[in-house]
């Protein structure tokens, strides 16, 4: 298949890139590098020993996105292309709104003029919102969410879900990831965040590196074994694997379909600080702080659903993600700068 990843650039996009490449699919990479670099796309073809397709546009860019269905025969779009910073999404919802939305309305006009009809979603852990209970799974309602980053997602679950309902033909994919950690196994691709890191483990693998002094632990007085927040954390070529299999699916079914993309495991901030002194070798300088807004104590999947129905199951362990991590910070310091 030709696979059209918009955000294709980006942490996730990128490494998908790579995993749809080695199953023998081609990639055409749609990216204005707002949070990425070219570099990027320049290291999935060394990782990859494949050529890529790439543009650099902005995906609600109408006209750039037709030109791009035209000069491209594609079999199935994976739509990245999202801002991602749950704070930075509280300061600056309408940007948030306007290109979490417009990137997808903008795909989906593009899909149905060209006749494309595989959509796979990056969606998030976020939409199962504030009230349900652990672990999640897929048959649970949305919830509310305490942020505009988080509301872009429940609304773009239901807008995909109505053009689904709307074409009889149109299969939409919808992945729910929870916390992506780790890089390619090479040490040459990986986890980039612009400015100071919203995330865990870039914040620990930056510590490590000595380009920050020490980790804030927001919060040791949760209701959890250790008082810190626990999460179920992914590597990031376990998740890219659930979107082969995902596009896979998607080539003979019709509808919608969402999936969990989790490991069903949830780990403790200090035990994530352990578990990368352990496989690393080295001290992490942390100090407990006060409680971030918004972060719920602990959640974590149950993906039974993307086991049964994709054949899909993580394979990488958490030392895996943290040993990967800092082969990759370690041998980029400053990223693919
Ligand atoms: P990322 O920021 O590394 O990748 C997103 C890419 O999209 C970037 O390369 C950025 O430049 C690009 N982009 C954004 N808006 C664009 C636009 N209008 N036109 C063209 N390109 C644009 O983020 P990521 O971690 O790879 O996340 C990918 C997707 O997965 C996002 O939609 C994110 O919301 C979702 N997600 C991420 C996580 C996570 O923890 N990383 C968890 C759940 C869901
Ligand atoms: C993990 C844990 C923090 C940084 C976010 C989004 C979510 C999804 C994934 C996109 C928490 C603690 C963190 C630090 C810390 N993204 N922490 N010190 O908040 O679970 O999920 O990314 O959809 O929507 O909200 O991930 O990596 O920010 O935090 O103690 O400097 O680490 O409190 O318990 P989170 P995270």
Redesign the pocket.
């Known amino acids: 298949m030709n696979i059209l990843l918009a955000g294709g650039a980006g942490y996730i996009g990128s490494h998908t890139a790579v995993e749809l490449l080695a199953a023998g699919h081609d990639v055409v990479i749609v990216d204005d590098y707002c949070n990425s670099c070219a570099e990027a796309v320049n290291r999935v073809e060394e990782v990859s020993g494949k050529k890529v397709v790439s543009y650099e546009a902005d995906v609600k860019d109408k006209a750039a996105m037709t030109t791009i269905f035209k000069e491209n025969k594609i079999d199935c779009v994976i739509h990245f292309a999202g801002l991602?910073a749950?704070g930075e999404s509280v300061q600056k919802p309408i940007e948030y709104y306007r290109n979490n939305i417009d990137t997808t309305l903008t795909l989906l006009e593009c899909m149905r003029e060209a006749g494309v009809k595989k959509f796979v979603f990056?969606?998030?852990?976020?939409v199962y919102g504030e009230e349900n209970d652990i672990p999640y799974i897929e048959t649970m309602k949305r919830g509310s969410c305490s942020?505009p980053?988080?509301w872009t997602?429940v609304m773009m679950e239901e807008i995909l879900e109505d053009a689904a309902k709307a074409d009889e033909d149109l299969t939409v994919v919808l992945l729910r990831?929870?916390?992506?950690?780790g890089a390619h196994e090479s040490g040459r691709m990986g986890e980039d965040p612009q400015g100071i890191?919203?995330?865990?483990?870039?914040?620990?693998a930056q510590v490590a590196v000595g380009r920050r002094d020490h980790?804030?632990?927001?919060?040791g007085d949760?209701p959890t074994k250790d008082g810190?927040?626990?999460?179920d954390?992914i590597h990031v070529m376990d998740l890219a694997n659930g979107h082969l299999k995902a596009v896979e699916y998607a080539a003979d079914h019709k509808g919608v379909e969402v999936f969990n993309l989790g490991t069903g495991t949830p780990y403790?901030?200090l035990e994530?600080i352990h578990a990368f002194e352990s496989a690393n070798d080295i001290k992490i300088k942390?100090e407990i702080?006060e409680?971030?807004a918004?972060?719920?104590?602990e959640?974590w999947a149950n993906s039974e659903k993307a086991e049964k129905v994709l054949g899909w199951k993580t394979k990488r362990t958490l030392e895996d993600m943290c040993r990967d991590t800092w082969n990759w910070q370690k041998n980029n310091p400053q990223g693919y700068k």
């Open positions: 991602k749950v990056s969606s998030s852990a976020t942020n980053y988080g997602k990831y929870f916390n992506p950690i890191p919203n995330n865990l483990m870039p914040y620990i980790l804030t632990v927001y919060g949760y810190t927040c626990r999460r954390y403790s901030v994530i942390y702080g409680r971030r918004g972060d719920l104590p959640f």
